[in-house]
């Protein structure tokens, strides 16, 4: 049997994870969660994830290293982190943007890996 549950997520009470992220809604294969940061601030170390990632920026600049790549983001703009590439964000602007992972980035930890 499929499920079927319909979920609705209101971002000003949704739960925050460790990086500032607010987890938004989530399903067996997707997940969504939202940025809002300040300028400035920088990965400390490159990171590679077990999950894929796209995103979407809403408002602000961000740099993205990516492998040997290094990709200006502005709003408007969408991009896409492969599953295991190693890579870094800098924020330049105040910045928001959504992302989806797949496999959901919250499910068994994979955030704070």
């Not at 499929?2 to 987890?23: I, W």
């Not at 994830?49 to 600049?61: C, L, N, S």
């Not at 990709?71 to 992302?99: C, D, M, Q, T």
């Amino acid at each position: 049997m499929n499920d079927t549950t319909v979920k609705k997520v209101d971002s000003a009470h949704s739960p925050e994870g460790t990086m500032g992220q607010k987890y938004l809604a989530s399903g067996v294969s997707v997940s969504m969660r939202l940025w809002e940061e300040s300028p400035g601030s920088v990965d400390p170390q490159p990171m590679s994830r077990d999950y894929e990632v796209v995103g979407f920026v809403i408002k602000g600049t961000a740099e993205l290293e990516l492998e040997d790549q290094k990709l200006l983001l502005n709003p408007g703009e969408s991009w896409l982190v492969p599953k295991h590439a190693v890579h870094r964000y800098r924020i330049l602007e105040p910045f928001v943007a959504v992302e989806a992972t797949a496999p959901p980035a919250h499910v068994h930890d994979r955030d704070s890996k």
